[in-house]
């Protein structure tokens, strides 16, 4: 079953920081894309945020 959403813990997978780093990163995507703080960030905007590709961050969060 693959996921959607992006959490601070799979922030720090992929990007090998703190998982305090992750919600900061979680949080600039909201305010980025003005997303209301009970809505969930999906990989694919978390890619485009970050500059990656989505199928390299897929295999790592699964």
């Known amino acids: 079953m693959n996921r959607i959403c992006m959490y601070p813990k799979d922030v720090q997978l992929v990007t090998g ?3 305090r780093y992750g919600r900061t990163i979680i ?12 809505q969930l960030v999906t990989i694919d905007e978390f890619c485009t945020f970050m500059g990656l590709e989505t199928s390299k961050v897929q295999g ?3």
């Open 60 to 62: 790592l969060i699964k």
């Open 27 to 38: 949080k600039k995507i909201k305010e980025h894309l003005n997303k209301e703080p009970h």
């Open 17 to 19: 920081k703190s998982e």
